[in-house]
């Protein structure tokens, strides 16, 4: 039995995955434990789980878009993050002496808390971000998130020889995504690409699945909280887009009611979903790309209409794209019009529906949790660096 | 009377802009000489690549949007406008004495 630290975000996304693959570990008889927030934790990983808390901070600048967007994700939150949660991650390790710390890419305290005691450690890729190298054609924006990582490392006390790139573990990367939708082939062996880990969440929702009509094809349109107002029309823009559609479309769209009144009749309003049993119900979907949301998607064979806006999500709409199983639109700019051609064209040609069943086929070999998990109980039971790790490094980071 | 040319440059550069992301009066309106792209106009990675294209058959060869960009601070990318691309272009020698 080994001893397994999981440092994460407090953020549904970089929980989730960690979590499926806790469930696992605990399975096969090995102790996890957590260190995060509490307050925000608890609720995902349930009561029997053992937190170290870290306490919470509300950090600003989390509403940018494009590359203003991976500024702002470093500055002001991966860094001060990592600051403010530095010593906590430290008790955490002292009082639960794991045999390996598992830490999310960007919670870094893990990583060097992990170096500073000589603690073998895996990084937990939740999104794709890093490895979607958004700024290989784009140097000095790469060396700048290189200068913040040299800076951490420093003030934690290692020397760079020591700390590496914090953000790839020379032992272990766990990313949760596939070979095939990611474009990457030929990740040194210390990369496991296991594909999503969907947990078998419990459906807390309800859904009115006596409102879907099995005459009709369905589309779910899911673009999360609106704070910015410029974003705030992509709903209305879709009421409009599927508006004319009505004879053979059903469209559920994940927003308050009141806050698209007098639909007609064929759209449904519903705040909260259980989106992996309403997933497998549906014959395309309209997102922003999250990596969960296109994981999830893809996991059932849906293809999808991508209109990307901040963070990882352009990285993810390119990929859906560039295989086939999807269409890119524009999320500010995208009518009407061009968002009904899409969606029309994701229900009449089979040929993305085939490669987002490629995609799935190819989560299916990567092994999920199941193989995360296999891959850190090889870790703890050998725990060295991958030949040449310590030398490696992805060009474009 | 013939504008000078920086401000008939900066006038292409601008139409150029606007034929990229569009003519809905929404966004185009917002193409002003001091609008970033990145987080005023909100211009993609398919958008900046059909702005390079289009000044590079505008301009010529010369005119390289991504070594331009290659070349700026984390801080620059961000906040870069269409008056930077104006002034780049015009930098490279190109858009004068036409």
Known sequence: ?397 | MDAPPGQRLLGEVMALVRQVIGDEPRWADRVTPSARLDEDLRMDSLEMAALAAGLGKAYGGRVNLAAFLAGLEFDHLVALTVADVAAYVRACGAGEGR
């Not at chain 1, 061009?338 to 989560?363: E, N, T």
């Open chain 1, 1 to 397: 039995m080994s001893r397994f630290l999981i440092v994460t975000l407090p953020l549904a996304g970089h929980v989730n995955p960690p979590a499926a693959v806790a469930r696992v570990l605990q399975e096969r008889g090995h102790d996890v434990a957590w260190s995060g927030s509490q307050a925000r934790l608890r609720p995902w990983l349930g009561p029997d789980a053992r937190v170290y808390p870290t306490g919470m901070r509300l950090f600003r600048g989390q509403g940018d878009n494009g590359i203003a967007s991976v500024k702002s994700l470093w500055e002001s939150f991966i860094v001060p993050f990592t600051r403010f949660t530095l010593p906590a991650v430290e008790k955490a390790v002292a009082e639960y002496q794991p045999d390996v710390v598992v830490t999310d890419q960007h919670a870094l305290a893990g990583a060097l808390v992990a170096l500073r005691h000589g603690i073998p450690w895996a990084t937990f890729c939740t999104s794709t971000i890093e490895l979607g190298r958004p700024f290989a054609t784009l140097p000095k924006a790469a060396a700048w998130i290189r200068g913040h990582l040299a800076t951490l490392s420093a003030e934690a006390g290692l020397t760079e020889g020591q700390a590496g790139d914090l953000r790839f573990s020379p032992y272990l990367v766990i990313v949760f995504s596939s070979g095939f939708l990611l474009g990457e082939q030929g990740l040194p062996s210390h990369f496991a690409l296991v594909g999503p880990a969907l947990s078998s969440r419990p459906a807390t929702t309800s859904f009115p699945w006596d409102r879907l009509d099995p005459a009709r094809r369905h589309v779910l349109v899911t673009v999360g909280t609106m704070a910015d107002a410029d974003a705030m029309d992509f709903y209305p823009r879709a009421v409009e887009a599927l508006r004319p559609l009505g004879d053979s479309v059903q469209a559920i769209m994940l927003v308050p009611p009141e806050a698209l009144p007098s639909l007609p009749e064929h759209i449904i309003a519903i705040e909260r979903i259980p989106q992996l049993e309403v997933l497998p119900h549906m014959d395309a979907v309209v997102c922003h790309a999250g990596l969960n949301t296109v994981s999830e998607t893809l996991s059932n064979a849906v293809p999808l209409v991508v209109a990307p806006l901040t963070r990882d999500q352009p990285i993810n709409a390119v990929n859906v794209a560039r295989v086939g199983a999807g269409i890119r639109a524009h999320f500010y700019r995208a009518r009407p019009d061009q968002l009904r051609a899409a969606v029309l064209a994701l229900l009449s040609d089979p040929a993305y529906r085939a490669a987002a069943a490629m995609v799935r086929d190819s989560f299916t070999a990567a092994g999920g949790a199941p193989e995360a998990a296999a891959r850190l109980e090889r870790l703890a039971a050998r725990p060295e660096p991958a030949a040449g790790a310590g030398n490696w490094s992805l060009s474009g980071l």
